[in-house]
């Protein structure tokens, strides 16, 4: 509790981004949890070496990276306008993109376009890019995080995660969990749904056969806590091996690691993928 308190303290006391925070902690080695670094380690230990103990970014940071964070940072203004009573606007979400990225490619203004067109209409916008620290039982430590959008309609609240790509991969439910325990907790939320709000990358809206847009609700139950915590739990004892050891295997699927250019394990060849 103690370590949860300080954390909390220092998130709340902090002026920069949820990405800058984790990073400050990684560097000062302070123990936390978090989902980025829970699907990083079950994706390869040695990604998550790389990434959280040595502390090796990508470089040049990959572009769906790049253009993720900008239209985050846009759809973020949207709602942030919405509390002031000033309705969605596709050309000032644009401009807002521009100034975030300078040159964005037609498929990330196609996405804002997506965004402003469907907007959550009817609700009070209670949060938005909300980050926050959880305190875990079991001896784990604190889970650092940040909401992408809190909704709320009458006693009912809302969390929604935005997430772009070339396809639809759905959600990791553990993300949604960690939302919605964050929001139970901070709000006293007795009833709080949960959505994931889907953009593909399209270069032309006017030519697509598949929706560039899909809105899903997902559906989680009273047990998906605690299977959570077990995930959680699983993870930090995954970390603390490869930090006391830090000799691990590369088990990824190679292809999709924004390391394998640069990393000396890296498979050659097919992936088990394929």
Same mark, same amino acid.
């Given at each position: ?57 990508? #470089? ?19 709602? #942030? ?5 000033? %309705? ?15 040159? %964005? ?7 804002? #376009? ?7 209409? !009817? ?15 079991? !001896?784990? %430590? ?112 190679? *292809?999709?690691?924004? *390391? #394998? ?7 050659? !060849? ?5």
């Amino acid at each position: 509790m103690a370590d949860y308190e300080a954390l909390a303290r220092r998130l709340a006391d902090w002026s920069g981004t949820i990405g800058e925070f984790s990073q400050t902690l990684d560097r000062e080695k302070v123990p936390y949890l978090s989902f980025s670094k829970v699907t990083c380690v079950e994706f390869c230990g040695y990604r998550y070496l790389l990434e959280y103990v040595k502390l090796q970014r990508p #470089r040049p940071e990959p572009d769906y990276f790049v253009k993720g964070q900008a239209f985050h940072e846009t759809v973020a203004s949207l709602y #942030r306008d919405l509390t002031q009573g000033r %309705p969605a606007d596709e050309n000032a979400l644009l401009d807002v993109l521009r100034r975030t990225l300078p040159h %964005p490619t037609i498929d990330v203004e196609n996405a804002v #376009r997506l965004a402003a067109r469907n907007a959550y209409q !009817g609700f009070e916008v209670i949060g938005v890019e909300e980050p926050f620290v959880l305190s875990l039982d079991g !001896g784990l %430590p604190p889970c650092v995080g940040v909401v992408d959008l809190i909704l709320r309609r009458g006693k009912t609240f809302f969390v929604v995660d935005h997430k772009t790509g070339k396809k639809f991969n759905g959600a990791d439910d553990l993300q949604l969990v960690l939302y919605r325990e964050y929001v139970r907790r901070q709000y006293q939320a007795v009833r709080c749904l949960a959505f994931v709000d889907e953009y593909r990358w399209v270069p032309n809206l006017a030519t697509i056969r598949k929706p560039a847009f899909q809105r899903t609700r997902i559906p989680l139950g009273r047990t998906d806590w605690r299977l959570a915590t077990r995930r959680l739990a699983w993870a930090h004892r995954r970390i603390q091996e490869i930090q006391k050891n830090q000799d691990v295997w590369a088990l990824g699927e190679c *292809y999709m690691c924004p *390391y #394998r250019g640069t990393c000396p394990k890296a498979s050659v !060849g097919y992936s088990s993928y394929w």
